[in-house]
T-cell receptor
């Protein structure tokens, strides 16, 4: 069964600290993996999209990594800011399908 | 540039009443359109998707229906709402590369 699991479920950090969010998936064959940021009560916004051949992709202070062999991805946030408080959702797409498998997200709270 | 508009942002409706959520996309033509529902603590659930006018695919049997009367308009409807229809509904569109763009969401509370 195609699944996407994220950890931790929630995370609290202090402003200025770094953090790493994890995403494990069982989707096969794999096409691409996306990370979205969703502010409370808003629609998700794309941070990165990575294909099978990409290992790392950055978007400002956000860096996503992908290990297609172990089916793992991480999202690293550097020098966190209060505005980083949001849910971060990992989404995986299988090959030859337009179906997306969504993780349940990691709820990040950044405190001053 | 492309934009997606979704309304209303919030809606409180009694059980048994009808529903209509609207979504329009600007700045692109023939987009793939989607309706998702997001429940607390759960991943987004695809409800309907459309690859063209009048073409609707349903992912989950439910009390809801969708229509696409125009190329860039997608409507989510119900004739009689249930308590279990409460949730956060998201409209989205995708490019030919598969990248997905979401609307701002509609919070539906059924009382």
């Amino acid at each position: 069964k195609n699944q996407v699991e994220q950890s931790p479920q929630s995370l609290i950090i202090l402003e200025g600290k770094n953090c790493t969010l994890q995403c494990n998936y069982t989707v096969s064959p794999f096409s691409n993996l996306r990370w979205y940021k969703q502010d409370t009560g808003r629609g998700p916004v794309s941070l990165t999209i990575m294909t099978f051949s990409e290992n790392t992709k950055s978007n400002g202070r956000y860096t996503a990594t992908l290990d297609a062999d172990t089916k793992q991805s991480s999202l690293h946030i550097t020098a966190s800011q209060l505005s980083d408080s949001a849910s971060y959702i990992c989404v995986v797409s299988g090959l030859n399908t337009d179906k997306l498998i969504f993780g349940t997200g990691t709820r990040l709270q950044v405190f001053p | 540039s492309q934009t997606i508009h979704q309304w209303p942002a919030t809606l409180v409706q009694p059980v048994g009443s009808p529903l209509s959520l609207e979504c329009t996309v600007e700045g692109t033509s023939n987009p793939n359109l989607y309706w998702y529902r997001q429940a607390a603590g759960r991943g987004l659930q695809l409800l309907f998707y459309s690859v063209g006018i009048g073409q609707i695919s349903s992912e989950v049997p439910q009390n809801l229906s969708a229509s696409r009367p125009q190329d860039r308009q997608f409507i989510l409807s119900s004739k009689k709402l249930l308590l279990s229809d409460s949730g956060f509904y998201l409209c989205a569109w995708s490019t030919n590369t598969g990248e997905l763009f979401f609307g701002e969401g509609s919070r539906l509370t059924v009382l």
